[in-house]
């Protein structure tokens, strides 16, 4: 399939799993997984900055528009997207010439599960503070983002376990 084609499909994919199935799941009654970021982790690298941050600004936006949540989701995948680059130098040791090759499939375990797990955290620590806009609930934030985080890694591990295309 077309490169291009397949990460439209990824993007309408990740939307609709994530409004249509993973907004009416709530572990706890407060704690939702937030799937759709996975779309940030495996977007291809040598694509241009700009017009991936563009489409993670409008993943964020659909997601909110769906959610009515008024653009707090726009804003977290963005922060990501934007600081994915940073942690994929830094965690991977990646070089821009490195970038065409880049698979997170490829990659270590251990230095995947930080990527992933580290954007997860920010995102849902942005996303919770922003939904709580108060220092009065602050416990509140860090509980629903560690266990929001916990949910979602489960399911984008488990997911990817699934999907997996093998390797012979």
Not at 58 to 80: K, M, P, Q, R, V
Not at 97 to 117: C, G, M, P, V, W
């Amino acid at each position: 399939m077309n490169k291009t084609l397949y990460l439209i499909f990824l993007f309408i994919f990740f939307v609709l799993l994530q409004t249509l199935i993973l907004n009416n799941i709530l572990l706890f009654g407060h704690v939702n997984p937030y799937i759709y970021i996975a779309y940030v982790f495996i977007f291809p690298l040598n694509q241009k900055r700009i017009s991936f941050l563009t489409i993670s600004f409008l993943l964020g936006l659909c997601i909110d528009f769906f959610s009515n949540s008024g653009g707090i989701h726009a804003f977290a995948t963005l922060f990501i997207a934007y600081i994915r680059l940073f942690l994929v130098k830094t965690i991977f040791k990646k070089t821009e010439s490195d970038y065409l090759l880049f698979d997170l499939k490829l990659e270590t375990f251990d230095k995947t599960f930080n990527y992933i797990a580290i954007l997860t955290i920010i995102h849902h620590f942005i996303l919770y503070s922003f939904i709580n806009f108060s220092l009065h609930n602050f416990s509140n934030v860090i509980i629903n983002t560690l266990l929001s985080t916990t949910f979602t890694l489960v399911l984008y591990f488990l997911g990817s376990f699934i999907f997996r295309k093998k390797l012979s």
